[in-house]
């Protein structure tokens, strides 16, 4: 279900993106939940209630998403990626599949709520590659490198890994620890 969200639902949108305009309690809960991540249930509990509190506020899904993130819970961050990249195209009135959103000079001027967009998009991809949904992982980077052909949100690092992937890492260009007669021994060129 994508949230019902517009522009104007928050104030200053821009600035709801980078934390600003977020309810005192609401802030509350999430701090409470970083001091307490250990205790999963717990700090869940308290992110759930947060996002309850402010449900239009980007900083409730980003709190979710970095929560599960770094607790490695992938399939539930991911989840909150998609609800993330539905916040972001409502405030900027895109259409609500992202396979279906054009390139957008917003996108180059990389203003906070495109950036969050982009930012939410390569969560996603990420995610997916890492769940071990390829296709919809490619899917994903091919939409960024459309959208942001800059890299400006480091997407390509995503497309170099994808690129690599099956392939030994000795003797590659990022791996100069490799001393020679190892490279040797492996029958890789130095």
Not at 171 to 184: F, K, L, T, V
Request: charged share 25%.
């Amino acid at each position: 279900m994508l949230p019902d969200i517009r522009a104007d639902d928050i104030a200053d949108f821009d600035l709801a993106v980078l934390g600003g305009a977020l309810p005192p309690e609401v802030e509350s809960l999430i701090s409470r939940a970083g001091l307490m991540r250990a205790q999963v249930a717990a700090a869940q509990a308290l992110l759930d209630e947060a996002h309850a509190r402010a449900p239009r506020h980007p900083a409730t899904l980003i709190a979710l998403y970095r929560f599960h993130f770094y607790g490695n819970r992938l399939a539930q961050a991911r989840d909150v990626s998609f609800r993330a990249l539905a916040c972001a195209s409502a405030a900027l009135g895109l259409p609500e599949d992202w396979r279906e959103v054009a390139p957008d000079a917003r996108f180059e001027a990389l203003e906070a709520v495109p950036r969050f967009y982009l930012f939410s998009l390569k969560g996603m991809a990420y995610l997916s590659l890492r769940l071990g949904e390829l296709d919809l992982g490619r899917g994903a980077l091919a939409k960024l490198a459309q959208l942001d052909p800059k890299n400006r949100v480091g997407h390509q690092v995503l497309h170099d890994v994808l690129a690599r992937m099956g392939r030994d890492d000795l003797g590659y260009e990022d791996c100069p620890d490799i001393s020679p007669d190892i490279a040797r021994r492996s029958g890789v060129a130095a």
